[in-house]
């Protein structure tokens, strides 16, 4: 790899070695040329070498130097479960289908239906693929992750509405799983009893950077399940911006409706790649879907990439 680059939008694969390990968004892969197209320490330790054997051209890319650093506050959120229409299209379904069933590249939906019964209870998924946040009446319950091989979860009663937040974070490109079924795959169980009758919400995030747009909204706080948030901001025409993300959760980001990619509070990544030619001189939007829990609903801009250790 002579020359990194970023997975923009939702184009970042996931490794499966017997374990499910989703790449998040950079690219980068300590190249000689970073994912900004700037050399690297490494670069001028190639170009040393080889110069020692072979000739090599006098000039050097041109470094760019740190990247102009600014902070704005994100306004109040758009939480999903207030008013779940304007995400997307909802569907039927006698049973759970796949997300590969739905709507074209469908990437994240709510798999909703209602439970009746007075007692505790264990939902068991047959399988997920990848992410699965599980709401009861909108109140979190926890989350089952492909990582951890993770398909059932104990709620505290088995009545009220219970709402699944599935995300698919990207196909494995090798191997025996190319190709595979995404979303919630199998039957989902309560106490061994399947559940039928569900409705689906295809989310379609394209609608995203948008939703703001439909004018006043009833904030209320950060609230919990997906929210989107927004703020404006100035910039430099074409100078390169790295968005901090190390505060924020789990969630996706857009600058002017163009999609930055993932970004995950785990790491190693904790900046998003801004190309300098998304930005207008005057006024610019970043939209952020957050599906976890912001720290800080504050988005910094700062000075240069932080892709986390070297591997040895």
Same mark, same amino acid.
């Given at each position: ?9 939702? #184009? ?32 001028? $330790?190639? &170009? ?12 050097? =890319?041109? $470094? ?6 600014? #902070? ?11 008013? /779940?229409?304007? !995400?997307?299209?909802w569907s039927r379904w006698e049973s759970l289908p796949v997300l590969d069933a ?6 994240? %939906? ?9 007692? =505790? ?7 997920? &693929?990848?992410? %699965? ?24 009663? $088995? ?11 990207? &196909? ?29 919400? $295809? ?25 989107? !948030? ?14 901090? #993300?190390?505060? !924020? ?14 970004? !995950? ?9 801004? /190309? ?37």
């Amino acid at each position: 790899m002579f020359h990194g680059g970023t997975n923009f939008g939702l #184009t970042s694969g996931a490794n499966d070695k017997g374990t499910y390990r989703p790449t998040v968004t950079s690219y980068d892969y300590d190249a000689p040329l970073d994912e900004a197209g700037n050399p690297t320490a490494k670069y001028f $330790a190639f &170009r040393d070498v080889i110069s020692r054997y072979a000739p090599v051209p006098t000039e050097t =890319p041109a $470094a760019a130097g740190p990247a102009p650093e600014q #902070t704005v506050a994100l306004g109040e959120p758009i939480r999903l479960f207030d008013d /779940p229409t304007p !995400w997307g299209s909802w569907s039927r379904w006698e049973s759970l289908p796949v997300l590969d069933a739905l709507e074209t590249d469908t990437r994240l %939906a709510v798999y909703r239906t209602e439970l009746l019964e007075d007692r =505790p209870g264990v939902l068991t998924l047959g399988e997920v &693929r990848d992410r %699965a946040a599980v709401f009861l009446d909108g109140a979190p319950v926890g989350i089952l992750e492909r990582e951890h091989h993770e398909r059932a979860i104990a709620l505290p009663r $088995a009545r009220g509405r219970l709402e699944l937040v599935v995300e698919d974070q990207g &196909r494995v490109n090798y191997g025996p799983r190319i190709g595979e079924h995404k979303g919630l795959v199998g039957p989902a169980l309560l106490d061994g009893v399947p559940l039928t009758d569900w409705e689906v919400l $295809a989310i379609d995030l394209d609608r995203v950077p948008h939703l703001c747009e439909r004018g006043p909204h009833d904030g209320r706080g950060s609230g919990v399940g997906p929210t989107a !948030w927004r703020a404006t901001f100035s910039a430099e025409h074409d100078a390169d911006l790295f968005l901090d #993300t190390a505060a !924020w959760g789990k969630g996706i980001a857009w600058v002017n409706g163009f999609c930055l990619g993932r970004y !995950w509070r785990r790491g190693p990544q904790r900046t998003l790649f801004v /190309p300098g030619p998304l930005l207008r001189p005057d006024r610019n939007e970043l939209v952020v879907l957050e599906l976890d829990v912001l720290a800080d609903p504050t988005a910094r801009f700062v000075a240069g990439p932080s892709l986390g250790p070297l591997e040895d």
